[in-house]
């Protein structure tokens, strides 16, 4: 053993102690439909991404319960060798239906796709290709930029003005230009002019890669998202199937000529194990009950209104939020653990956020809910805030 490795990462680890930034996996427990902390306690989770409560949901842990006895506990190799299956098929075809587009793929992972996919594109034009990246896109999309190793220009979040300006200022560009978004952001929760943003690409002959992760099963017609609304003209559709969708892995959706440079090209697709077939029948029950949970999706945005104006009366900025996904801003890392850990005394588990997942100065809980949430748990969850949350100073009108 290299101990000059642990040498080192004793020291890594001992600065970010210091700054106060050292982080620990927490066990927590789900049984009887409810979440407990390590020492037994029931707590209403406000911090999880099941929207929908599907990753409970019996017709989804029975479906993937049978594939796995039908099919086997594991894929026995990467999609090219003999991983791919019928039922692998099937699951991509109603995925590309479900996203009204000509074909879809699976990935193991919405990390892996993005960090797999985006450079994969950007290389097909031999590093020719401008990246236009929002400023807020999730990490994996970051690390997808940068192991693309060309170009990429940020723009402001939410900024078409300014994503207009740069390609304005790349007009005589001789590569590719793909402008990246999230369609509802993580960490905000508000949403991206899909409109606008499709306006600018056609108008500066860019692509545009669209993230689902967190509008898939949620927003839009029948739980779609919100790149449906585009009618197809968006060239690639990312979207993840451990959200709303209760299971695991990703797709990348869009031509079928897309798909076929993917399938041929991107190596966070070619070299890796197929997707298990419990999460393949997970997904398939999933795509069975998402596009009729309308109350469901419903109930979710009046929860989502009534918690954003709870926190608006302890004077939180919810920044854009419009989404389950509901930040509650704080400002210093320190207050944000006291605020988090005032909301779980209270018996709410809301997550602090803090950088380098959020900028510098925007602490914050980030709040989530689930369609699943009974009306009691909600009420607890807002007189918890009502009651818990400290008051911040009013906000300048
Ligand atoms: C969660 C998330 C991912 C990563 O998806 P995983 O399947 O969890 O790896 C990618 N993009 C966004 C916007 C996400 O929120």
């Given at each position: 053993m290299d101990a000059g490795l642990d040498a080192l990462l004793k020291r890594r680890l001992a600065l970010l102690g210091e700054a106060r930034r050292l982080r620990r996996l927490r066990p927590l427990q789900w049984c009887d439909g409810q979440l407990h902390d390590a020492a037994g306690r029931a707590l209403i989770d406000a911090s999880s991404n099941d929207y929908l409560g599907l990753s409970q949901h019996p017709l989804v842990k029975a479906r993937a319960a049978e594939w796995a006895g039908r099919h086997?506990?594991?894929?026995?190799?990467s999609r090219l060798i003999t991983g791919t299956r019928d039922i692998t098929l099937a699951v991509e075809e109603r995925l590309a239906a479900f996203k009204h587009c000509e074909a879809a793929l699976l990935f193991s992972s919405g990390f892996q796709a993005n960090a797999s996919v985006i450079p994969t594109l950007a290389g097909a034009d031999n590093g020719g290709t401008l990246i236009f990246s929002d400023a807020l896109n999730h990490a994996s999309i970051v690390h997808g930029c940068r192991l693309a190793g060309v170009t990429t220009h940020v723009f402001g979040h939410g900024d078409a003005g300014h994503l207009d300006d740069l390609l304005r200022q790349h007009a005589t560009h001789k590569g590719r230009k793909l402008i990246i978004t999230e369609s509802?952001?993580?960490?905000?929760g508000d949403r991206a002019d899909l409109p606008a943003l499709l306006q600018l690409a056609e108008r500066h002959g860019a692509a545009l890669y669209v993230d689902e992760a967190h509008a898939s099963g949620v927003l839009g017609p029948q739980g779609r998202?919100?790149?449906v609304a585009c009618g197809g003209a968006i060239d690639v559709v990312m979207g993840t199937l451990g959200k709303a969708f209760g299971a695991f892995g990703a797709y990348v959706a869009g031509s079928r000529t897309l798909i076929d440079y993917l399938v041929n090209r991107c190596p966070g697709f070619i070299y890796t194990t197929a997707l298990p077939p419990a999460v393949l029948g997970a997904v398939d029950a999933a795509l069975d009950l998402v596009p009729g949970m309308e109350r469901e999706r419903q109930r979710l945005a009046q929860n989502a209104q009534r918690l954003r104006a709870a926190l608006a009366l302890r004077n939180y900025d919810t920044l854009?939020?419009?989404?389950?996904i509901i930040p509650a801003v704080i400002g210093s890392e320190e207050d944000a653990l006291a605020a988090a850990q005032q909301l779980e005394d209270a018996g709410v588990l809301a997550v602090a956020i803090r950088p380098p997942t959020v900028p510098?100065?925007?602490?914050r809980l980030r709040l989530t809910l689930s369609s699943a949430l009974s009306e009691a748990d909600m009420q607890r969850l807002l007189d918890a805030v009502a009651n818990s949350l400290p008051l911040r100073p009013p906000r300048p009108a």
């Open positions: 086997g506990a594991g894929a026995p190799a509802v952001f993580s960490m905000d998202g919100l790149a854009g939020s419009s989404t389950q510098e100065g925007t602490s």
